[in-house]
């Protein structure tokens, strides 16, 4: 089992900036790629980027490349989300997510989910 828990979530004005934190504890960190996903009322649940096991790979959903950074203390157990620039429509339920899998594009593939954090961007 792994547990996660966020923190850092808000309300922040349109081109205002965020950290959310993810902090993992239970089986060894650094075997899990980690997930950011994020759902906003009536849509989907969107992932928004994963970091490899070693932090060395990230990718990102189009709709935030250039704004939002994913990094990974293994050391301390944790996950970032740095979220610049944020817009209106970047609000949602924000959630980090675990997979032991090869892979982790959807969110079926993420075993272990934290409870979310609530990030909301006034216009």
């Known amino acids: 089992q792994v547990q996660l828990v966020e923190s850092g979530g808000g309300l922040v004005q349109a081109g205002g900036s965020l950290r959310l934190s993810c902090a993992a504890s239970?089986?060894?960190?650094?075997?899990?790629?980690m997930g950011w996903f994020r759902q906003a009322p009536g849509k989907e649940r969107e992932l928004v980027g994963r970091?490899?096991?070693?932090?060395?790979?990230?990718s990102y959903a189009d709709s935030v490349k250039g704004r939002f950074t994913i990094s990974r203390d293994n050391a301390k157990n944790t996950v970032y989300l740095q979220m610049n620039s944020l817009k209106p429509e970047d609000t949602a339920v924000y959630s980090c997510?675990?997979?032991?899998?090869?892979?982790?594009?959807?969110?079926?593939?993420?075993?272990?989910w934290g409870q979310g954090t609530q990030v909301t961007v006034s216009a």
């Open positions: 997510a675990a997979s032991s899998r090869v892979v982790t594009v959807s969110a079926r593939e993420y075993d272990y």
């Open positions: 239970g089986r060894t960190f650094s075997n899990y790629v």
């Open positions: 970091i490899s096991r070693t932090g060395v790979s990230t």
